[in-house]
């Protein structure tokens, strides 16, 4: 039995201090659990949908037919005969038009011959006419399924002589038809689910087992080599709590006889005569410690330990509720009422609520950071969600442009703080060598969540409407707010750090290093430029005029995220193995702006396609190395203010590209149209991207260390 | 009611599939609504379209609304057709009911939003809604093209869930049993699935229990991952410190006795 207590670990594969291997079985139980009901569920519901609807469609051609009995019956009672009816097609191509759910109409004599027929060929439909030709029909008529067609036969009488039929038809697979938009909408309830399962199970599994164990293999590693100073601090009721249960009460049982054993020593040193005695118990007392080492201060120390997968979740529901309005703001502020004067033009108010909510972000990280710094990431969090949730809530109340503008702004403001907050938590539970991790943590999270939110965003408001999903954007971020007060609660924040602000001033002077000028006016500024002007602000426009749904557009704009997902992950390594980051922005700002212009050679809805995936590609693209050139190109300023506040700065610039963007898009649309305003923006875009590669050049590699002689 | 890992996996899956299963539901049910609704209006549109015909065949020969006595009998007839329909009736371009479907409506006047359809440049049909009705109407109109009325056909709200309402409630059964029955599943899925983390916790738990009793076996150096080895380690050290302690304890007391 003893031999095989530490062989059976053995037994199972799965390790307990990493997550992969337990979530890979948890979500492979997600596909199997949400899969298969959604699949039969959308069968049964089709199939009894279409039963449903079956007997109405019946109604609707009888409804026809009747009134072309009626007309046919009115004109062979004049005394025209069946056959020579005048005008019979084009009477049948009016109704046809204007009951799209009518495949065809026919006129057939008593022997079942087709005398006039629209929208089927003869050859589909003669043999059964003719097959049932003698039959007689009561004036409810009959029903027949013929080739894919249902077919309704109504009698046409003179005098109570049977003389023609009048046949009424439709598409057997009509209703289906009708029904299939809604799979697109289950396909993308499925992967929005399946996305938040994974981010739920990872959290469990995170939060619950390989976090948790990841404690207690650090106390492990220390205690392997006698180090008994330090115990797990998990008070979980689940198996890994009762696990550490038992684990800290064998450590606590081994400290408690170190403690009796040197409080007998100290007893018998102090009390015992006999001095050698005294001598000897000393040096039991040394023999032990050197060999274990344990806690000074009479107790093992109590380890919590901060994860930055700790904020993943509550980070993943608040961006999918910010991003949710993503996909119809534009739509949404044409459909507010607007004060237009000779400044604030219709288009120009419609492209204010994204411009002002840029304008919060930008404002918002500007003491973001200090303050997070001052009251620490929960408390900012906190308080970040007071301007999001009111603003979010407003969003949805608003009646009128302005006043949406205005509520945008303050959402964006707790936008700001919330991110920010997020971001020094991840960057503080961080070391050097896990932090690249713990931002992929939070990359990860922002691209998921711009995935699902945009993409159920699009699907949401097309069914319950603009106003409504604002409601449930705050119901996500209050569930957000709670699970982070919650979780950060639970772990020990420490007392937060009065860190010095940084004067302004002296950081200003990084503006002299002209590769960083040169970055941000002619990369940073036009990549978020065409991100708000083109993919928030007139994509949506020029998709809603085209006559896409909701959904529709919903669908073709979450490529962005998709592409973007797909392409940094690989650019971040290839810019990591090649060094080529310069080149990488340049090459990304060319793309996007030259995917933008592609409107110029193709009409549709394909150019925006390509413009959406040539932006993904572009941010992709240049995202990632744009930051990693930073150290390189500022080494000097990195080295004096530090690499957090320059690329603070950085971040802050770029957003005023965020608010050009829209601004400048709206402009360009009052005067050009949407297809001018697309193709204006993709030049300018393009235009400031091909002086950023002809610069581009000149960048070198490796730290630029000539400002420090400019420097004084 | 502690929360197993199990439980918590379960939880945590049974509150998606419910969530997930009732937006479907929900967009299945908004879908088919849409749908049935349009063709339920379709039908009604077509049946005011024949009234409508027929009524502007007479007005074309010069007769005015008011004189088209047989037109009471059509939309008499049509009503009667249809139990559905709750009333027909048509009024001229001031708002007064000339022909309705019940008779006791006649000379009473429409609603006014009834009538802004037919100050619209557009003559095209329209619907609107009303208490308990909807409403689907078409303008009638001269062959000089002028607007001298507006036919119009109410049929209840609610058709919808009236008409399929027990459909629709055995689907939604259907629906909960799915979501049930495969509730179930996450739960005994889940708890084999965490199956493999419980043994490895109770295997440990067993080495430590051993360790605290000085049972435990030494190092195991054929440990799977960096865990298991340190684990082992542990145990070892763990034993090695309490059995270490209980012979210096033993040693001071010997010495302790030595007067």
């Known amino acids: 039995m003893k031999s095989n207590a530490l062989t059976g670990l053995r037994e199972g594969a799965m390790r307990l201090d990493s997550s992969r291997s337990l979530l890979i079985r948890l979500l492979m139980l997600a596909v199997l659990v949400l899969v298969p009901p959604m699949v039969i569920g959308s069968y049964r519901a089709l199939d009894n949908f279409k039963r449903g609807l079956g007997p109405e469609m019946d109604l609707k051609a009888a409804a026809i037919a009747r009134d072309l009995v009626a007309q046919l019956e009115r004109a062979v009672?004049?005394?025209?005969?069946?056959?020579?009816?005048?005008?019979?097609?084009?009477?049948?191509?009016?109704v046809l038009s204007a009951n799209p759910e009518i495949r065809y109409l026919g006129i057939t004599d008593a022997k079942g011959d087709i005398l006039f027929l629209r929208g089927a060929?003869?050859?589909?439909?003669?043999?059964?006419?003719?097959?049932?030709?003698?039959?007689?029909?009561?004036?409810?008529?009959?029903?027949?399924?013929?080739?894919?067609?249902?077919?309704?036969?109504?009698?046409?009488?003179?005098?109570?002589?049977?003389?023609?039929?009048?046949?009424?038809?439709?598409?057997?697979?009509?209703?289906?038809?009708?029904?299939?938009?809604?799979?697109?909408?289950?396909?993308?309830?499925?992967?929005?689910?399946?996305?938040?399962?994974?981010?739920?199970?990872?959290?469990?599994?995170?939060?619950?087992?390989?976090?948790?164990?990841?404690l207690v293999a650090e106390v492990v590693a220390h205690a392997r080599r006698g180090d008994f100073t330090r115990v797990p601090g998990i008070t979980s009721a689940d198996e890994v709590g009762h696990f550490v249960r038992i684990f800290n009460s064998a450590m606590r049982q081994v400290d408690g006889a170190y403690r009796g054993l040197m409080a007998y020593i100290d007893e018998v040193r102090s009390g015992h005569f006999d001095r050698e005695v005294a001598?000897?118990?000393?040096?039991?007392?040394?023999?032990?410690?050197?060999?274990?080492?344990?806690?000074?201060?009479?107790?093992?120390?109590?380890?919590?330990?901060?994860?930055?997968?700790?904020?993943?979740?509550?980070?993943?529901?608040?961006?999918?509720?910010?991003?949710?309005?993503?996909?119809?703001?534009?739509?949404?502020?044409?459909?507010?009422?607007?004060?237009?004067?000779?400044?604030?033009?219709?288009?120009?108010?419609?492209?204010?609520?994204?411009?002002?909510?840029?304008?919060?972000?930008?404002?918002?990280?500007?003491?973001?950071?200090?303050?997070?710094?001052?009251?620490?990431?929960?408390?900012?969090?906190?308080?970040?969600?007071?301007?999001?949730?009111?603003?979010?809530?407003?969003?949805g109340l608003a009646h009128g442009v302005i006043e949406l503008s205005l509520w945008r702004g303050i959402a964006g403001l707790g936008y700001a703080l919330v991110t920010v907050a997020c971001q020094s938590y991840i960057s503080k539970t961080t070391v050097d060598s896990n932090r690249a991790t713990g931002l992929g943590s939070y990359v990860g999270a922002v691209l998921t969540a711009a995935i699902c939110g945009t993409v159920a965003g699009g699907v949401l408001a097309e069914r319950i409407g603009f106003g409504p999903t604002f409601f449930v954007s705050t119901a996500l971020i209050l569930v957000s707010g709670w699970l982070l007060s919650h979780l950060?609660?639970?772990?020990?924040?420490?007392?937060?750090?009065?860190?010095?602000?940084?004067?302004?001033?002296?950081?200003?002077?990084?503006?002299?290093?002209?590769?960083?000028?040169?970055?941000?006016?002619?990369?940073?500024?036009?990549?978020?430029?065409?991100?708000?002007?083109?993919?928030?602000?007139?994509?949506?426009?020029?998709?809603?005029?085209?006559?896409?749904?909701?959904?529709?557009?919903?669908?073709?704009?979450?490529?962005?995220?998709?592409?973007?997902?797909?392409?940094?992950?690989?650019?971040?390594?290839l810019a990591d193995q090649m060094g080529w980051r310069i080149g990488?922005?340049?090459?990304?700002?060319?793309?996007?702006?030259?995917?933008?212009?592609?409107?110029?050679?193709?009409?549709?809805?394909?150019?925006?396609?390509?413009?959406?995936v040539c932006l993904g590609v572009s941010h992709g693209m240049s995202a990632s190395p744009q930051l990693a050139a930073i150290p390189d190109i500022c080494w000097i300023e990195c080295n004096r203010h530090g690499r957090t506040q320059v690329l603070a700065l950085l971040r802050t610039l770029e957003r005023v590209g965020s608010v050009i963007g829209p601004l400048l898009a709206a402009a360009f649309l009052l005067h050009w149209g949407v297809k001018g305003a697309v193709i204006g923006l993709g030049a300018v875009v393009l235009a400031m991207a091909a002086i950023f590669a002809m610069v581009a050049g000149a960048y070198g590699s490796g730290p630029h260390l000539e400002t420090e002689e400019d420097v004084p | 009611m502690s929360w197993s890992l199990a439980r918590k996996v379960s939880a945590a899956l049974i509150a998606i599939l419910v969530c997930t299963m009732m937006v479907t539901a929900l967009f299945g049910f908004f879908k088919?609504?849409?749908?049935?609704?349009?063709?339920?209006?379709?039908?009604?549109?077509?049946?005011?379209?024949?009234?409508?015909?027929?009524?502007?065949?007479?007005?074309?020969?010069?007769?005015?609304?008011?004189?088209?006595?047989?037109?009471?009998?059509?939309?008499?007839?049509?009503?009667a057709r249809d139990e559905q329909v709750q009333g027909i009736e048509i009024f001229d371009a001031?708002?007064?009911?000339?022909?309705?479907?019940?008779?006791?409506?006649?000379?009473?006047?429409?609603?006014?939003?009834?009538?802004?359809?037919?100050?619209?440049?557009?003559?095209?049909?329209?619907?609107?809604?009303?208490?308990?009705?909807?409403?689907?109407?078409?303008?009638?109109?001269?062959?000089?093209?002028?607007?001298?009325?507006?036919?119009?056909?109410?049929?209840?709200?609610?058709?919808?869930?009236?008409?399929?309402?027990?459909?629709?409630?055995?689907?939604?059964?259907?629906?909960?049993?799915?979501?049930?029955?495969?509730?179930?599943?996450?739960?005994?899925?889940?708890?084999?699935?965490?199956?493999?983390?419980?043994?490895?916790?109770?295997?440990?738990?067993?080495?430590?229990?051993?360790?605290?009793?000085?049972?435990?076996?030494?190092?195991?150096?054929?440990?799977?991952?960096?865990?298991?080895?340190?684990?082992?380690?542990?145990?070892?050290?763990?034993?090695?410190?309490?059995?270490?302690?209980?012979?210096?304890?033993?040693?001071?007391?010997?010495?302790?006795?030595?007067?």
């Open chain 1, 77 to 94: 009672g004049f005394g025209i005969p069946v056959d020579k009816l005048v005008g019979v097609d084009e009477f049948f191509a009016q």
């Open chain 1, 121 to 214: 060929l003869s050859e589909q439909l003669n043999d059964a006419y003719r097959g049932r030709s003698g039959r007689a029909l009561d004036d409810s008529g009959l029903k027949a399924n013929i080739a894919d067609f249902v077919d309704l036969a109504l009698p046409v009488h003179v005098r109570d002589v049977p003389v023609a039929q009048v046949h009424v038809g439709f598409d057997q697979d009509y209703v289906a038809a009708q029904l299939f938009g809604i799979f697109y909408d289950i396909a993308v309830v499925l992967v929005v689910s399946l996305i938040i399962a994974f981010e739920v199970l990872l959290f469990v599994v995170v939060f619950n087992v390989s976090g948790p164990m990841k």
């Open chain 1, 279 to 395: 001598g000897q118990v000393s040096e039991i007392a040394d023999r032990v410690r050197f060999l274990f080492r344990f806690h000074p201060s009479g107790a093992p120390l109590v380890l919590r330990e901060k994860l930055s997968s700790d904020v993943r979740l509550p980070l993943f529901l608040f961006i999918f509720a910010e991003e949710l309005s993503r996909a119809f703001m534009p739509l949404y502020a044409q459909a507010l009422p607007s004060p237009a004067g000779w400044l604030l033009t219709p288009e120009l108010l419609i492209a204010l609520p994204i411009a002002v909510f840029m304008a919060g972000i930008a404002v918002g990280s500007l003491w973001a950071g200090a303050v997070t710094e001052r009251l620490g990431s929960r408390k900012v969090f906190q308080f970040g969600l007071a301007p999001a949730v009111l603003g979010c809530v407003m969003s």
């Open chain 1, 488 to 573: 950060l609660a639970v772990v020990d924040h420490g007392a937060p750090v009065a860190a010095p602000v940084p004067s302004g001033r002296p950081l200003l002077r990084i503006f002299a290093n002209w590769r960083f000028t040169v970055l941000v006016l002619f990369a940073a500024i036009p990549a978020k430029m065409a991100l708000t002007g083109y993919f928030f602000f007139l994509v949506p426009l020029t998709l809603w005029n085209s006559d896409h749904s909701l959904a529709e557009l919903a669908r073709i704009m979450v490529l962005y995220p998709l592409v973007m997902l797909a392409v940094s992950s690989q650019s971040t390594r």
């Open chain 1, 584 to 612: 990488q922005v340049a090459l990304g700002g060319l793309i996007g702006g030259a995917g933008i212009l592609s409107m110029l050679a193709f009409d549709g809805t394909l150019p925006l396609v390509i413009g959406i």
């Open chain 2, 32 to 79: 088919f609504q849409d749908v049935m609704s349009e063709l339920v209006r379709s039908r009604y549109s077509f049946v005011a379209f024949t009234i409508k015909q027929k009524v502007e065949d007479s007005l074309n020969l010069g007769f005015a609304l008011r004189q088209l006595r047989q037109v009471q009998e059509t939309i008499e007839l049509e009503k």
């Open chain 2, 94 to 259: 001031k708002g007064e009911i000339l022909f309705n479907s019940d008779r006791g409506r006649i000379g009473a006047s429409v609603p006014e939003n009834w009538l802004l359809p037919l100050s619209a440049a557009s003559l095209q049909p329209f619907a609107v809604l009303d208490e308990d009705s909807n409403v689907v109407g078409l303008p009638l109109v001269n062959n000089l093209g002028k607007v001298e009325g507006a036919v119009v056909l109410l049929y209840p709200t609610g058709y919808v869930e009236r008409e399929l309402g027990p459909m629709l409630w055995r689907l939604a059964g259907e629906i909960a049993g799915l979501v049930g029955v495969f509730s179930l599943l996450t739960v005994m899925v889940a708890s084999v699935a965490l199956g493999a983390v419980r043994q490895r916790l109770h295997v440990m738990e067993h080495a430590l229990l051993l360790a605290s009793g000085g049972e435990a076996p030494l190092a195991d150096t054929a440990a799977v991952d960096e865990f298991d080895g340190h684990f082992g380690e542990f145990v070892a050290k763990t034993r090695e410190a309490v059995e270490h302690i209980k012979a210096s304890t033993d040693e001071v007391e010997r010495l302790d006795r030595l007067a």
